[in-house]
């Protein structure tokens, strides 16, 4: 019997062992465009003896990547048990050890530092700017600049060859907002006017130069993931757009805490709960439950079965703007939630 035991054990952890090793991992400095499921950004990676880099399409539990830094990591891999999806990863990656992280100057601008990327301003000259009213995306698809000006939202088309930016500007909404958002809006808006810029980038830090000067006429911050999230968690937030109707839709609110990944809410009538992992701008959800009280309001009933089909999507995208969550499927702004005030 006690053979048998020890037999056990040893074929328990032999197991273990194929199944779970820790690897070790370089990660390059700045992410770029890549194609998964859907289209996103991917890390660069050496893994062991590895001479070139590759794209690395999976997430690494407990590693906060932070832009213009290099890293060498401990990694926990995994294989995963059960049925796995075809289009997803056999393993599963657990930060063991930052072993060492190094900043890395930028020589120039790479076209993966700020495509693609929400870049908010935090400097406009030489004056900071703090209020995040401010932002925009270079859509390197469609060679679109659009964003948020200060009250309105705006459009512009661009260039980028090199580290010089060329803007053409475009439309904007015509809305009215208090003084101090309109100034801004008007200062922003006249800078961009000079429609030639040399940018230069530091982690992620940007700046728009006169073209052919040293003089830096604005400067954005590409918020990294942990600030995102440490605005995000823990606060509640309260739907108040779904599929482009905004009204006041009751109890419905959605709530992360980000350092155990469970996420929790009101979805109409009932209490929702589950588990989250996200890879930089898209959140997974899984493990969805819910209270099953009846609902006896038809239109918050309606209200429930379309908030609670979203989050049973299998990826949605979010972005973060001023004081708003906001979740996209494809591309198409599907639910907005505000913080919520009792």
């Not at 009215?176 to 040399?198: I, V």
């Amino acid at each position: 019997m006690k053979s048998l035991k020890m037999l056990v054990l040893f074929l328990s952890v032999t197991s273990m062992t194929f199944a779970q090793e820790t690897i070790k991992m370089q990660v390059k400095e700045n992410k770029v465009p890549c194609m998964g499921v859907a289209p996103m950004e991917c890390l660069q990676v050496k893994i062991g003896k590895e001479k070139e880099w590759t794209y690395f399409y999976s997430n690494i539990e407990g590693f906060n990547f932070e832009p213009g830094y290099r890293y060498k990591l401990k990694v926990e891999k995994t294989k995963k048990e059960g049925n796995i999806p075809a289009d997803a990863s056999a393993y599963s990656y657990k930060l063991k050890k930052v072993v060492c992280k190094k900043k890395v100057k930028s020589s120039g601008t790479m076209k993966s530092d700020i495509l693609n990327k929400k870049m908010v301003l935090s400097k406009m000259n030489g004056k900071a700017i703090n209020n995040g009213k401010v932002y925009f995306t270079l859509d390197s698809n469609t060679n679109s600049m659009n964003g948020k000006s200060g009250c309105n939202r705006f459009g512009a088309s661009f260039k980028l060859d090199g580290n010089k930016l060329q803007v053409t500007p475009g439309m904007g909404t015509l809305m009215a907002c208090d003084e101090e958002s309109m100034r801004l809006e008007q200062d922003f808006l006249k800078a961009l006017e000079q429609k030639n810029f040399d940018i230069e980038t530091n982690g992620s830090t940007v700046k728009f130069k006169k073209a052919n000067s040293k003089e830096v006429v604005m400067e954005f911050n590409i918020p990294t993931e942990n600030e995102i999230w440490s605005f995000i968690d823990g606060k509640k937030w309260k739907l108040f757009m779904l599929d482009n109707v905004g009204q006041d839709y009751g109890k419905a609110f959605i709530q992360f805490d980000a350092k155990n990944k469970k996420v929790n809410g009101n979805s109409g009538c009932n209490n929702f709960f589950g588990s989250y992992t996200t890879v930089e701008n898209s959140i997974t959800f899984s493990g969805m439950g819910s209270t099953r009280m009846a609902c006896m309001d038809e239109k918050a009933s309606e209200t429930e079965h379309k908030v609670l089909k979203y989050l049973s999507e299998a990826t949605v995208h979010f972005d973060v703007a001023e004081q708003t969550l906001n979740f996209y499927v494809n591309d198409r702004l599907i639910m907005m939630f505000g913080l919520y005030t009792e």
